[in-house]
């Protein structure tokens, strides 16, 4: 039996015209299946979550919707029996698709799904912050800062659901972007990488941490990551000019290999972050209000996934 999560709002409505599409294409091969749409944030994650406590028979999980639909859905897993997970993408970034290329076209993704040829054991990150503490699975990346405010905005934009009417999803970040990076303030801040290396920086703008190459709709800060290596990527952008950045941001919008100043990786299992002043938050794109401290770790190979 495949159970399906839709995320029907998705891309501006994509998600719902989609699904229909798939619900047909189900019917004519008389495909066994059960469907769960969302209607609200969280509603992704309690559907997993019913779906696998405490069951130890095995699962297969379709999501439909983008990367905070896997995002709750993973978030809400219970690992108590086999989860197998599919993902046809149908938001607006897709950073997750991307790094697996996966194809565009959701028939061509169901097919994989009905007739896997290759599985793969995928890491997850787990973010963990605030008082009590608060703990949160994520997919793809996890950012404070002006990563993570970028996608607070986007989150809220009016204009946003306009230009995804007329598939400009894209045009909405850059122009969020813009707009976030002209008003945004360096703050000082450390690194502490596996409990044991401390990095300081005095002009930071942002720090991810990547189980994937991609965010914030494809721009490419993680070129080095791999999703099966059991480490996290993390990335600090950070530059006394912040004029000196825009040449990082191009590169990474085009989804070039950066190497320019401005720019720092490091290959970790777990890091601690610490900044002088609040900032904001997110995990794969999702509200994680604004934080002083976080700290991230890696789930080795512990999604398995068809792709």
């Known amino acids: 039996m495949y159970s399906f999560i839709v995320n029907p709002n998705a891309r501006g409505g994509q998600g719902d015209r989609i699904w229909r599409q798939l619900e047909r294409r189900l019917a004519h091969l008389k495909i066994e299946y059960q469907v769960f749409l969302t209607e609200k944030a969280?509603?992704?994650?309690?559907?997993?979550?019913?779906?696998?406590?405490?069951?130890?028979?095995?699962?297969?999980?379709?999501?439909?919707?983008?990367?905070?639909?896997?995002?709750?859905?993973?978030?809400?897993?219970?690992?108590?029996?086999?989860?197998?997970?599919?993902?046809?993408?149908?938001?607006?970034?897709?950073?997750?698709?991307?790094?697996?290329?996966?194809?565009?076209?959701?028939?061509?993704c169901l097919k994989k799904i009905l007739t896997?040829?290759?599985?793969?054991?995928?890491?997850?990150?787990?973010?963990?912050?605030?008082?009590?503490?608060?703990?949160?699975?994520?997919?793809?990346?996890?950012?404070?800062?002006?990563?993570?405010?970028?996608?607070?905005?986007?989150?809220?934009?009016?204009?946003?659901?306009?230009?995804?009417?007329?598939?400009?999803?894209?045009?909405?970040?850059?122009?969020?972007g813009i707009k976030q990076f002209l008003f945004a303030r360096p703050v000082k801040g450390y690194l502490i990488l596996d409990g044991v290396q401390k990095v300081e920086f005095n002009h930071i703008y942002f720090i991810s941490a990547h189980i994937h190459p991609y965010e914030g709709g494809g721009f490419r800060f993680a070129s080095g990551a791999d999703p099966c290596d059991g480490k996290l990527t993390v990335c600090v952008i950070h530059h006394g000019k912040k004029s000196k950045l825009i040449p990082v941001l191009v590169d990474t919008f085009f989804g070039r290999r950066c190497r320019r100043p401005g720019l720092r990786s490091y290959a970790c299992d777990e890091v601690e972050i610490h900044m002088d002043r609040p900032m904001a938050v997110h995990a794969d794109g999702e509200n994680c209000s604004e934080q002083r401290e976080i700290h991230v770790r890696c789930i080795p190979q512990k999604l398995r996934m068809m792709v």
């Open 116 to 176: 896997p040829k290759r599985y793969r054991l995928l890491d997850y990150g787990v973010i963990s912050y605030g008082e009590p503490l608060f703990h949160r699975r994520f997919a793809v990346s996890t950012g404070i800062g002006l990563d993570a405010a970028v996608c607070q905005e986007i989150s809220e934009s009016r204009i946003r659901k306009v230009l995804s009417r007329f598939h400009l999803e894209k045009l909405s970040y850059a122009l969020i």
């Open 42 to 108: 969280g509603d992704a994650a309690v559907f997993a979550q019913n779906l696998t406590k405490k069951s130890r028979e095995p699962k297969v999980i379709i999501i439909v919707g983008g990367d905070g639909t896997v995002n709750e859905t993973v978030d809400g897993l219970d690992f108590c029996g086999p989860v197998t997970l599919g993902y046809i993408p149908a938001g607006c970034g897709n950073d997750l698709a991307k790094s697996l290329r996966l194809p565009k076209n959701p028939f061509r």
